[in-house]
């Protein structure tokens, strides 16, 4: 981030009391004014539609992180106003290979709130994960 750019709409909230988190927050506080940018669970498609990585856990979440970031850029929002990101597993044995696909797309300094679900079933059978998020880009 440049000097001239807004600073971000949002904070870390560490809470004491609580057990550190391994790459999310506890809490993220957001101050308005800012633009509300809302992602859907992205998939691991390919710009034509088609399963990138079958039966491989990090080439689907790199496919889904390259999907979310596609889609905050279309929105004008970077990876440092993502406050909140919500992961659905198939199998939540796989968290460190979604940690690791992370780290290579949002900045260390980048810790949004964060869930992680493991589900019997994605939309379809053929899916090892979906990730949505919540980013908030200051006005300005």
Do not use: C
């Not at 750019?5 to 004014?33: C, F, K, M, N, W």
């Not at 979440?61 to 919500?86: D, K, P």
């Not at 939540?92 to 992680?116: D, K, N, T």
């Amino acid at each position: 981030m440049t000097s001239d750019e807004p600073r971000p709409a949002h904070r870390q909230i560490d809470a004491p009391g609580l057990a550190p988190g391994t790459g999310y927050s506890h809490a993220v506080s957001v101050d308005v004014p800012g633009r509300l940018v809302v992602i859907s669970g992205q998939i691991p498609l390919d710009p034509a539609g088609n399963l990138v990585g079958p039966g491989d856990l990090e080439a689907q979440t790199r496919q889904v992180f390259a999907n979310l970031e596609t889609a905050l850029t279309a929105a004008g929002a970077r990876w440092e106003h993502v406050v909140r990101l919500g992961y659905f597993l198939r199998d939540a044995g796989g968290a460190p290979v979604v940690r690791a696909v992370r780290a290579e797309f949002v900045p260390g300094s980048v810790a949004p709130a964060a869930s992680l679900v493991e589900v019997s079933r994605l939309v379809r059978d053929d899916l090892l994960v979906e990730i949505e998020a919540l980013a908030v880009v200051p006005a300005g």
